[in-house]
């Protein structure tokens, strides 16, 4: 069974004062999108560092999201095939 990926920063940072947002981002983005089995987690890391990093966004999201890719080992996994090659 794959881990669920469970998000709180929305309710936690935003709750009182943007309830949607938080339902958006915790519920329906981590909950949801972030739990769809249609592509693997390694391949939305990659897709959200790249997309953060095209857009210029260089903040704490960024910085999360970076840290994510590094704890499910997207960079060591990627690095390792192109040695591999």
Known sequence: MKEKIVQTAGREQLGEFAPSFAHL?????FGEVWNEE????????????VSLMASGITDSSLSYHLQNANA????TTGSQKIKEN
Do not use: Q
């Open 38 to 49: 249609a592509i693997d987690v390694k391949t939305k890391c990659i897709i959200t560092v």
């Open 25 to 29: 981002n915790d519920d329906v983005l």
């Open 72 to 75: 499910k080992h997207v960079w």
